[in-house]
């Protein structure tokens, strides 16, 4: 379904993964997802807050995604706190990534595209 863009059944395929003991996580990441890609971006912080809240290797891109479901919202402020705390516990590419987020996040606010980067 994702591939073809129905992100509507994809969110209802991965709503009846989610009742699975031990796939929850994952399934509310893809939900995260696809609410996010079609614009829903309420569902979107909704489902990737859930998913964020739980171990598993889906925590800290659903965390990315709630940061982005609140910048697209229009929550700057929200998005880059969140940017910065993750920026603290990641590494490599994913620390880049969550830089330019804060850069991205700052240019709304009209400060220093650094600032709330310590290092």
């Given at each position: 379904?994702?591939?073809?863009?129905?992100?509507?059944?994809?969110?209802?395929?991965?709503?009846?993964?989610?009742?699975?003991k031990?796939?929850?996580?994952?399934?509310?990441?893809?939900m995260?997802?696809?609410?996010?890609?079609?614009?829903?971006?309420?569902?979107?912080?909704?489902?990737?807050?859930?998913?964020a809240?739980?171990?598993?290797?889906?925590?800290?891109?659903?965390?990315?995604?709630?940061?982005?479901?609140?910048?697209?919202?229009?929550?700057?402020?929200?998005?880059?706190?969140?940017?910065?705390?993750?920026?603290?516990?990641?590494?490599?590419?994913?620390?880049?990534?969550?830089?330019?987020?804060?850069?991205?996040?700052?240019?709304?606010?009209?400060?220093?595209?650094?600032?709330?980067?310590?290092?």
């Open positions: 379904e994702e591939a073809s863009g129905d992100w509507q059944s994809a969110r209802a395929i991965y709503g009846r993964l989610e009742k699975l031990g796939y929850e996580a994952f399934a509310e990441y893809r995260a997802y696809d609410a996010f890609q079609s614009n829903d971006t309420a569902a979107a912080q909704t489902y990737a807050q859930k998913a809240s739980k171990s598993g290797p889906q925590k800290f891109d659903a965390m990315f995604l709630y940061a982005d479901a609140l910048f697209k919202g229009g929550d700057f402020k929200r998005a880059k706190d969140v940017d910065v705390g993750l920026r603290g516990r990641v590494s490599g590419d994913r620390k880049a990534t969550a830089t330019k987020k804060i850069a991205l996040c700052n240019a709304k606010h009209r400060l220093f595209e650094r600032d709330g980067v310590t290092d």
